[in-house]
């Protein structure tokens, strides 16, 4: 958390923490992924060719983030367990994660 924001910074992770085959990507294929909740809400990571962070809202919407870090509205709505969103997706490249 940086400044009442939820930031992800995945420098401390490797390939080998990341469940094989893993969940499928955007195209359907599937790709290796880490998961975990925060405030209840799932925190889905996948090594896959993007960068950066998809929210999943409750009411089947959804907002992609270039970077790292999610808004103060929606970082407090997690902190707040509003159930606005529904999932978190952190995706990854090959390049970021040793």
């Known amino acids: 958390m940086k400044k009442g924001q939820i930031s992800f910074d995945p420098v401390v992770l490797k390939k080998s923490e990341f469940i ?9 294929q599937p790709v290796p992924h880490l998961f975990f909740t925060y405030c209840k809400v799932p925190v889905i990571y996948l090594l896959d060719d993007q960068q950066g962070i998809v929210l999943e809202f409750s009411n089947g ?3 992609t983030i270039r970077g790292f870090t999610i808004d103060k509205e929606n970082s407090h709505s997690i902190f707040n367990r509003e159930g606005k969103i529904k999932e978190v997706y952190v995706h990854l490249n090959n390049e970021t994660i040793l």
């Open 20 to 28: 094989q085959p893993g969940t499928k990507d955007s195209h359907g």
């Open 61 to 63: 919407s959804s907002s």
